[in-house]
């Protein structure tokens, strides 16, 4: 199972908050049961890309409904102009670039609620993550 989010930080007051619990879900999600992969991106325009995987949805499901990670989802709404989650079975060995990401994402995904939307977020335009070599 592979789950991809990508958020933006509406607000450069949010971006320390923002990143203090993204390192903790980051570091609750290594260590969770049912964990195979984690990794983060930090993109153009203060917005942040999470790709996981996991051996089963219910281990992911655990992991989304607990510790650090639950804490921070009510913020989001407020912290965020732009949210949108995808998830896809997949052999846990591979894990997808994050072209495929952004691709499954904008083919595939969903839009979080978020008080303050933009405009890309309201027309679910997500551009391609911007990879720095």
Same mark, same amino acid.
């Given at each position: #199972?592979?789950?991809?989010?990508?958020?933006?930080?509406?607000?450069?007051?949010?971006?320390?908050?923002?990143?203090?619990?993204?390192?903790?879900?980051?570091?609750? @999600?290594?260590?969770?049961?049912?964990?195979?992969?984690?990794?983060?991106?930090?993109? @153009?325009?203060? %917005?942040? !890309?999470?790709? %996981?995987? !996991?051996?089963?949805?219910?281990?992911?499901?655990?992991? #989304?409904?607990?510790?650090?990670?639950?804490?921070?989802?009510?913020?989001?709404?407020? !912290?965020?102009?732009?949210? @949108?989650?995808?998830? !896809?079975?997949?052999? %846990?060995?591979?894990?997808?670039?994050?072209?495929?990401?952004?691709?499954?994402?904008?083919?595939?995904?969903?839009?979080?609620?978020?008080?303050?939307?933009?405009? @890309?977020?309201?027309?679910?335009?997500?551009?391609?993550?911007?990879?720095?070599?």
């Amino acid at each position: #199972m592979v789950s991809i989010t990508r958020l933006r930080v509406r607000s450069w007051r949010y971006i320390l908050p923002f990143i203090f619990f993204a390192l903790r879900s980051s570091r609750q @999600a290594k260590v969770a049961k049912g964990n195979v992969h984690v990794a983060l991106l930090r993109d @153009a325009k203060s %917005t942040f !890309w999470t790709r %996981t995987v !996991w051996t089963t949805e219910a281990a992911m499901k655990s992991f #989304m409904l607990s510790g650090p990670h639950r804490q921070v989802m009510p913020r989001l709404l407020e !912290w965020c102009d732009e949210a @949108a989650v995808v998830h !896809w079975v997949q052999d %846990t060995d591979q894990q997808p670039d994050w072209y495929e990401a952004h691709d499954r994402l904008q083919q595939e995904g969903r839009r979080s609620k978020v008080r303050y939307p933009s405009l @890309a977020h309201e027309k679910f335009d997500i551009p391609r993550p911007q990879l720095r070599g």
